[in-house]
């Protein structure tokens, strides 16, 4: 929490004005008097050094900045998603990967969707964009689509991005109305080529890929 004014403890400050500069150690008292008479608050910023360093602002203005940066510390952290299905995915497997796309947009995730081609099913590309039409339209009260499906190597990827929260509803849930461990969550980083191939198995996804 932070103390202002009366509730900061430390006998002594090193006091820095609201435009940076630095005003030296003060006597607590004497800083908080030099904070009313300037109509500003002494904000304490840093707890850990001794003596504490204290700044001179408007302590609301100062929540608020603090609150926006917060925020866009927060949207940096998200992480794109991905979910992976294959061009005959069975009906309950893709009941189940359409749950869990829906549980990173709810989570405010990116959601990448790949459809990757194995062997003969290359032949036969144009099932592969049903399959990535389908998933649109099923996920459109979740999601605006960034990219739409498009060819890749042997695989057809897709970019989604979530509505806003009180614009999303659900249409799908995973077995059992449970929700699966955040260690089962394929995360993307933030700057990879959406056009680049994926290799490699598919995501262990409780066996499901397996079963196709």
Sequence with gaps: MTR??????APKVRVVSAGGEQLGVMNTRDAIEKAKILGLDLVEITSSTDPPVCKVVDYGKYKYE?????????????????????PRTEEHDYNVKLGRAETFLEGGHKLRVALQFR?????HREVGFEVMERIKKDLKAMANVDQDARLAGR????????????????HFVLDHGELIEEDDFDEIDDDVKYDEEIDGPDVAESGDEKSE
Excluded: C, W, Y
């Design 155 to 170: 695989n057809i990827l897709m970019i989604l991005s979530p509505l806003p929260k009180a614009q999303q509803k659900r």
């Design 119 to 123: 062997g003969r099913e290359n032949a």
């Design 4 to 9: 202002i004014n009366d509730r900061i403890r």
């Design 66 to 86: 603090q609150s926006k940066l917060k925020k866009g510390k927060s949207k940096a952290a998200t992480k794109m998603k991905e979910v992976k299905f294959r």
